[in-house]
């Protein structure tokens, strides 16, 4: 029994893909750590922790439930755990369910601004699912829910919407909405037959590549802006520099063997921007950790 059920934790765990976590997780730390000025709170770091974790697991059910029909028919994707039975359906949606219950409880727990946002992160974290069968947009959709995390983990510090905070979620949700392209450009063919939506399905590898670009440039443009109204010193500066040479080198990569590396350019790669921007810009604030 109990090798049965261990067997079904690895296959969920497979599912939701809790490994992904690493991508908005550090920038919840980051927009906590920055919005509290480096003067952190166990408590909050807890909640932030079971927060982000729960919207995750909620999020890549749901995505799943969403989306199994459409995983069924592409070769890419038909080894889901859904799609095969490995994991029933009714279990995904008990999961997704209690994943929301978590969050609730866990959001309810932090500053009451929080609470009052969480209706528009839940629509967000719903809504994305279904972008992709309506709109080339569907990139910046995922982004835009990813993008809660920093601004989630500031709220949580600050009480207040500030610009460094608009101006790390937004460069956030460009990162995101860059790297997914390169995601998608497996899918072009797939989706172009099935009408899905996507950049790469109906402009094409190359304008894909571009726009992939265009948004990765931004990025660094708004976490410039953040390093300057944050008056950052150069600890954060190096932080950036290395997220730059990251970034640079997936596009590199991409170019150079699009098939040999899309999941080194979208999981590996971006895995280690989040944990080496998030981990060392955040020590560029004099950190503290008190018990309140």
């Not at 992160?121 to 279904?130: D, T």
């Not at 835009?144 to 956030?172: D, K, N, Y």
């Not at 080194?264 to 503290?288: D, E, H, K, Q, R």
């Amino acid at each position: 029994m109990m090798h049965t059920l261990f067997d079904k934790l690895k296959i969920f765990l497979e599912m939701i893909k809790f490994e992904h976590t690493v991508f908005a997780l550090p920038f919840a730390y980051l927009g906590y750590v920055f919005g509290a000025g480096g003067q952190l709170v166990w408590r909050d770091l807890m909640w932030i922790t079971l927060v982000m974790t729960s919207a995750r697991t909620a999020g890549m059910c749901l995505n799943r439930i969403v989306d199994v029909d459409v995983d069924a028919k592409n070769p890419r994707t038909r080894g889901r755990a859904l799609v095969t039975g490995a994991l029933s359906k009714k279990f995904a949606i008990a999961a997704c369910g209690l994943s929301f219950v978590v969050l609730g409880f866990s959001v309810f727990q932090l500053p009451p601004i929080c609470l009052r946002m969480l209706p528009i992160a839940v629509v967000l974290l719903v809504a994305y699912h279904f972008m992709k069968r309506f709109t080339i947009l569907c990139h910046f959709g995922v982004g835009l829910v990813l993008a809660c995390a920093p601004m989630g983990g500031w709220l949580a510090a600050t009480g207040r919407f500030e610009a460094a905070a608009w101006a790390l979620s937004l460069g956030v949700m460009l990162w995101v909405a860059g790297f997914d392209i390169f995601y998608s450009l497996q899918d072009a063919d797939f989706d172009r037959s099935a009408r899905l939506h996507s950049i790469p399905a109906r402009y094409g590898e190359a304008t894909a590549l571009r726009v992939a670009a265009y948004a990765h440039g931004a990025v660094l443009i708004l976490f410039s802006a953040v390093g300057i109204m944050l008056r950052s010193n150069g600890v954060y500066w190096t932080a950036l520099g290395l997220a730059a040479a990251i970034l640079a080198a997936e596009h590199v990569m991409i170019r150079q063997n699009r098939e040999k590396f899309v999941n080194a350019a979208f999981f590996t790669l971006n895995g280690v921007l989040s944990l080496v921007f998030c981990g060392i810009a955040a020590f560029s604030m004099p950190i503290s950790i008190v018990n309140r």
